[in-house]
């Protein structure tokens, strides 16, 4: 199973990146998606989350700025980032609980992180 995330960049204050992430490989199921992040000398933290039926729930910092959406039939995740401020900079990771097809019990697994800044 992989996580492929894409869709970083460098963007002014105020401008907009929407990232994505897919999986892939021998996938039964995928119940919760989520994206992370990691700002320089930082804790990782919890960005937002969507559920297999579509719930959502974000970060008081990102509320009314950020959107996270899910397509089951790709396996991808997006995370739509629009109003950016220089305090959203960090690397942003995506991360879900996956349930292979010869496994019993879901596992979390994780992409492997896509640079975003943002400039004032």
């Known amino acids: 199973v992989q996580l492929q995330a894409s869709g970083g960049g460098l963007v002014q204050a105020g401008g907009s990146l929407r990232l994505s992430c897919a999986a892939s490989g021998s996938i039964f199921s995928i119940n919760v998606m989520r994206w992370y992040r990691q700002a320089p000398g930082k804790q990782r933290e919890l960005v937002a989350h969507?559920?297999?039926?579509?719930?959502?729930n974000y970060a008081d910092s990102v509320k009314g700025r950020f959107t996270i959406s899910r397509d089951n039939v790709k396996r991808t995740v997006y995370l739509q980032m629009n109003s950016l401020k220089p305090e959203d900079t960090a690397v942003y990771y995506c991360?879900?609980?996956?349930?292979?097809?010869?496994?019993?019990?879901?596992?979390?697994?994780w992409g492997q992180g896509t640079e975003v800044t943002v400039s004032s």
């Open positions: 969507i559920t297999n039926g579509g719930s959502t």
């Open positions: 991360n879900a609980d996956i349930l292979r097809a010869y496994d019993n019990s879901f596992n979390f697994y």
